[in-house]
Structure formats: structure tokens, C-alpha cells
């Protein structure tokens, strides 16, 4: 949270014109809408080629507890808005939902925006701690990899191997899915609109992918990303709206 939050209102707070911001954001969420649609047909063509979970034998007992729980979980229209407004600005960094990090951003950023030069201070304060949280967050992420084998050497010891194989599926289909997405989908945007191989941009990403592999959270490449966005030649506006938003909305390229 404090990363996109930093992030995004430096972004926005560079930005001298909210027309500008708000030309950036339309595309980049009418973007983030398509590539969901494309990336849903696709993980449902391949969820129906595999099949996974066939292999698990689910009772009739676990349906019913299934079927018993989901009205609890659904979440209407209205109820995901208010989900949005935080209670306070503090508990919009502790409520762990990124959507309300998303929207006190956007409002700092446009607040600042409207200040002019008497924001400047506030801006250079919050480049400075932004610049503190990737620092601490780099230091934590040397330990990432090994608490993530921890996890998982736990998880083996405890149910076998075994437990294990009927996972495997799923796991195929989702790599499987995430290929046809990334090399197919990303990779004929790249050529259409940037010329860019996306062969050569996902080596240039590995480091960034393997960090996201072993600690299974991409929030935690974030900084990395952001600044090797910015080395490729990408603008700081369009990096600190586009990345942060793109993570909060399903992480669709």
C-alpha cells in the first residue's frame, strides 16, 4: 500500500495538467477492461480443456457446505463502492484493501496537483519516502525467497508428496493460460503498438519474474519494475498512473 500510494501521487503530482491525468487513466482503464475480458476467455478455455480439480472426489457433504457459504461471499454493487471509502486516511493503508490505497492516492495527487508550487514540498517529501519504502522493502525482499521454501518444505512434510499430484493440473493450466496470455495477447500489443520483441522485454524482466515466482506476490517487484520502466525510456506520470492501477486491477499487462 505505501508503495502505490507513493507512487501514484508522485505520478499524478508531476502531472501540471488533470486533463492530462485523466486522458492517461481513461486508456489505461479501458485497457485493463479489455485485457480482462481476453485474459477471463482464455483461462475458461483452458479450465475447460483441463479440468482441474476432477481428480478431487468432493462429497456431497463438501458440495452443500460449498453451496451454504457462497451467498455469504457474494458481495453486491453497492457494497463493493462503499468497500472503495475508507473509515479514516489511516485505515486506507491497513484495511489491506488496494482500492482504497488507490482512491486516498488519487485524491493527494490531485490535491497536491491543484497547490502548484506550494505542494512542491510535499511532493519532494513523498519522493523521499517513497525512495525509504523501496530501500525497506528491497532488505526484505533478500529473506523473501527463503521464508517462501520454508512454506513450502512445511507444506510437503506434513501432507506428502502426494497431496501434491492433484494440484498439479491446476498448476499446469494457470502457467499454460499465463503463456497464451503473455506471448500471444502482450506480445502482439508490443509488436503493434511499441515494436517492441516481447521476448526481449521478458528477459530483460527476468530478475523481476523469479522474485514474483519465489515470494508469490508481485507487489513485491513493484519497485523494480517502476524503475526499470522509467530506464526503458517510459514517462514517471505515465509509469506512476499506469503500474499502481494495473496492479489493482487483476495485474492484466
Request: proline share 4%; net charge positive; charged share 10%.
Amino acid at each position: 500500500s505505501p508503495i502505490i500510494f507513493c507512487t501514484i501521487v508522485l505520478g499524478i503530482g508531476s502531472v501540471r495538467k488533470a486533463a492530462k491525468v485523466g486522458a492517461v487513466g481513461g486508456l489505461a482503464l479501458g485497457y485493463f477492461l479489455v485485457m480482462s475480458t481476453v485474459a477471463l476467455a482464455i483461462g475458461i478455455l483452458v479450465g475447460n480443456l483441463l479440468e482441474p480439480g476432477q481428480g478431487l472426489h468432493l462429497t456431497e457433504s463438501v458440495r452443500e457446505v460449498g453451496a451454504a457459504q457462497a451467498p455469504k461471499a457474494s458481495e453486491s454493487t453497492v457494497d463493493f463502492l462503499l468497500g472503495i471509502i475508507p473509515t479514516t486516511l489511516v485505515s486506507a493503508f491497513t484495511s489491506e484493501k488496494v482500492l482504497q490505497t488507490l482512491l486516498v492516492a488519487l485524491l493527494v495527487g490531485f490535491a497536491l496537483q491543484a497547490l502548484g508550487k506550494s505542494g512542491e514540498p510535499v511532493l519532494r517529501g513523498i519522493g523521499h519516502l517513497q525512495k525509504l519504502v523501496f530501500r525497506v522493502l528491497s532488505m526484505i525482499m533478500w529473506a523473501a525467497p527463503v521464508g517462501a521454501f520454508g512454506a513450502m518444505a512445511a507444506v510437503v512434510g506434513e501432507t506428502g508428496v502426494d497431496a501434491l499430484k492433484s494440484l498439479a493440473v491446476i498448476m499446469i493450466g494457470f502457467y499454460v493460460t499465463c503463456l497464451l496470455f503473455v506471448v500471444l495477447v502482450l506480445g502482439a500489443l508490443l509488436r503493434l503498438f511499441a515494436r517492441v520483441n516481447i521476448l526481449l522485454l521478458l528477459k530483460y524482466l527476468a530478475r523481476e519474474f523469479l522474485l514474483i515466482l519465489s515470494t508469490s506476490s508481485s507487489e513485491s517487484a513493484l519497485p523494480r519494475l517502476i524503475a526499470k520502466m522509467e530506464h526503458l525510456g517510459v514517462s514517471r506520470p505515465v509509469v506512476g498512473i499506469t503500474v499502481p492501477t494495473g496492479y489493482s486491477f487483476n495485474l492484466d499487462g
